[in-house]
């Protein structure tokens, strides 16, 4: 009896493995060094990047855009969709580093975006977007680029980000425009401050400190505007902030709105503003709207 429920289990172990294999050998594995790349944080490897994306998004089975250790020189890129397959893995053990010149990505809109993809999962490693050169020139009230969003997704749909380093974005960290379906999880971002202008989102287990805290807004930017909704943050702490829990808006007409907000058990500690209500955000008090 131990004999034959020893080769039984023997069977179904080499049948899985055997399974594992097959599913293994099914996935392409596309490494940015075969398209060029150099992890040494010098070489510019933004065209690597788009022949590995291509290759990906050119290829009816499930692939993994593999980036290992080391420091990646990357300009602005779209990666865009319309792919054959629905299941495209980007895995990231190194970083991802901005130009130093932080005008050269201050003239985009974005760093890495996302257009019409499917399916596309992002999973450990680092965007050093370096936005701290371009804070201090706005600092200084002298002109200066708008800056880019580090990492942007459009009108794309089964999302996920697992895992990933965010660091002093120029602008935003993270924006989602027209998607379905994201799932965001193990998220870091290391930077001043936080601002939230989505609807349908809940932000669960984060720490913020030193910085501004977490703000919806700013509202009002614009006259036509979507507004924000229904947005939950729970099990969140408030270490050593400017503000806690803050909503923004510009003291302008505008159809943007908040509505559906909920926060529940957060934790302060040495926080400045614990909740606050800003109708006549103005940052630097230059040319505030109705004063």
């Known amino acids: 009896m131990a004999i034959r429920f020893f080769s039984t289990h023997l069977y179904w172990s080499l049948l899985i493995l055997s399974i594992y294999l097959h599913a293994s050998d099914a996935t392409q594995n596309y490494n940015v060094l075969k398209f060029g790349a ?14 590995a994306w291509a290759a990906a998004c050119g290829s009816e089975e499930s692939t993994t855009i593999y980036v290992p250790k080391g420091r990646h020189l990357l ?3 779209a990666f865009k969709g319309d792919c054959k397959n629905s299941d495209i893995t980007i895995r990231i053990d190194g970083t991802l580093v901005a130009p130093a010149d932080y005008r ?8 890495l975006s996302f257009e019409g993809v499917s399916g596309v999962s992002i999973i450990g490693g680092a965007l050093d977007a370096k936005g701290t050169a371009l804070w201090n020139c706005k600092d200084k009230g002298t002109k200066c680029p708008n800056g880019a969003t580090s990492l942007r997704f459009t ?19 993270i924006v989602f425009n027209g998607c379905q379906n994201v799932r965001v999880e193990g998220v870091r971002v290391i930077a001043a401050e936080i601002a939230l202008t989505q609807m349908n989102l809940w932000v669960e287990v984060v720490t913020c400190g030193p910085g501004h805290g977490i703000s919806i807004g700013s509202l009002a930017k614009d006259m036509d505007e979507e507004g924000v909704q229904n947005v939950t943050i729970k099990n969140t702490t408030f270490i050593g ?28 500690r040495n926080v400045q503003n614990p909740i606050i209500i800003d109708q006549n955000y103005c940052p630097h008090n230059l040319n505030c709207p109705g004063r």
């Open 38 to 51: 150099k992890g040494n944080g010098v070489t510019d490897s933004t065209q690597a990047f788009i022949k």
């Open 104 to 111: 050269i990505l201050g003239q985009a809109d974005n760093w």
């Open 75 to 77: 300009g602005s890129m």
């Open 155 to 173: 009108n794309s749909n089964n999302i996920k980000i697992n895992g990933l380093l965010s660091l002093n974005s120029q602008m935003f960290h």
């Open 241 to 268: 902030t400017q503000n806690g829990l803050r909503i923004k808006s510009w003291a302008r007409p505008s159809n943007g709105f908040v509505q559906g907000i909920r926060f529940i058990d957060v934790v302060m």
